[in-house]
């Protein structure tokens, strides 16, 4: 059992389904329930629910939804109630939403609030992020060094900061053969030689899906025995369908949908491919990367820490239908250079991006903020939660 156990309440403003948050909590989780720590998760219901609570971890439907001043007094009078009946040690917001409400559910309650932001689309909420955060917040960590200097730059204290890089777990995604073996043989029509991009995202604007079909048209006119995957699906399945009819790539384009088998299917990839006009650390480019691919993405947010262009992959600027296709056209004709590449991928993750390490960095965060809980005031916990010399047992 563990010595200084915390009781942990995340408050996430989307549904529990597929994306970068969910993924993260969905290990994070039932780690620390197998460190002996409680995990309880508020949000809307989603698909993916069931992995929480097979994991030991409770989730507690609740949404986070406010136009205005009115609406914003009864979501945080909600959460107020929530917490009290949960009586967690540790807050822990997953946006600036969700941070400003539980600085307004429980600025006065003597619990830390540890938010975590993975990216902020929104350049209006970036403006204001420093602001929200300085005042919602005892402590911020960011999973890059991008949206780290970002947000740092328009206002918030790098004092109560922490860059923790969100791992990869190489005992689920690794390079494997007999699963390469299973998938090609299950594609329709894959010839032994064709060559398959792929991509693992959300259909949703940000993806830029479009731009990608574009790119892969201008490929598939030079090089024919190629094929595009897309898993995943999201709110324009139907309007990308549609533009790869458009684009006259429809056979050779598969949709794949939503798949829990991701492994599988990025070991059916040669590439992996993401045109994304908006990104943070880009989960499912890394887990590629464990998986021994080679990575084309666009330099866009944290991306460029990941993908090292002409080291393990190439990175193009966004919306640059040609520019994306000559880098897929270049890996195309050099399998030795996906390789090298694919190999370098793998070495980066186990390097740079350990899972152990990740979930330790975050533990030891939580249980020093934890101990704190109960034993001083809100406004005391800030300073004691960034004092480095605190550990739990102070």
């Known amino acids: 059992m563990n010595e200084h156990p915390f009781k942990i309440l995340y408050l996430m403003t989307d549904p529990f389904g597929m994306g970068g948050v969910q993924s993260d909590l969905k290990a994070l989780g039932p780690y620390f329930v197998s460190r002996g720590h409680e995990v309880v998760v508020a949000c809307p219901s989603g698909d993916q629910v069931d992995v929480l609570t097979r994991g030991g971890v409770t989730h507690i439907p609740f949404s986070v939804h406010f136009r205005t001043p009115g609406q914003f ?12 009946r949960v009586q967690p040690t540790v807050l822990a917001p997953q946006s ?14 003597p619990l830390a609030r540890v938010t975590t932001i993975h990216n902020i689309h929104s350049n209006m909420n970036a403006l204001w992020a420093g602001v929200i955060l300085n005042r919602a917040s005892h402590l911020v960590i960011f999973e ?6 970002r947000i740092t730059r328009l206002g918030l204290s790098r004092r109560k900061t922490r860059v923790i890089p969100s791992g990869i777990d ?19 029509d894959l010839g032994p030689d064709d060559v ?17 079909l574009a790119s892969y ?31 006259g790539i429809a056979p050779f384009v598969h949709f794949a949908g939503q798949q829990r088998n991701v492994r599988e299917w990025l070991n059916l990839f040669d590439v992996f491919v993401l045109a994304s006009t908006r990104e943070s650390l880009p989960r499912a480019a890394r887990e590629a990367m464990a998986c021994g691919l080679p990575v084309i993405a666009t330099r866009v947010g944290a991306t460029r820490e990941a993908v090292r262009d002409g080291e393990n992959g190439f990175l193009v600027p966004p919306a640059q239908v040609d520019s994306f296709a000559r880098a897929m056209i270049h890996l195309l004709f050099d ?4 390789v090298r590449m694919g190999r370098e991928s793998r070495r980066m993750i186990d390097a740079r991006f350990s899972q152990s390490t990740w979930l330790a960095d975050n533990e030891s965060v939580y249980k020093v903020a934890g101990s704190l809980a109960g034993r001083f005031s809100s406004r005391e916990i800030g300073p004691r939660l960034l004092d480095p010399a605190v550990t739990p047992c102070s």
Request: charged share 35%; aromatic share 4%.
């Open 217 to 247: 048209a201008v490929v598939r006119k030079t090089y024919p025995k190629t094929r595009l995957v897309l898993v995943g699906d999201g709110p324009l399945r139907g309007e990308i369908e549609s533009r790869a009819r458009e684009l």
């Open 196 to 212: 398959v991009f792929g991509c693992v995202a959300r259909l949703s604007e940000e993806k830029a899906h479009d731009n990608l």
């Open 73 to 84: 007094g009864d979501q945080a009078r909600k959460l107020r109630s929530l917490i009290e």
């Open 144 to 149: 890059s060094d991008h949206e780290h200097r």
């Open 96 to 109: 600036i939403r969700a941070s400003w409400i539980c600085h307004a559910a429980a600025k006065n309650l």
């Open 335 to 338: 399998p030795d250079l996906r």
């Open 170 to 188: 190489t005992e689920t995604f690794y390079p494997d053969p007999e699963a390469r073996q299973k998938m090609r043989a299950a594609l329709p």
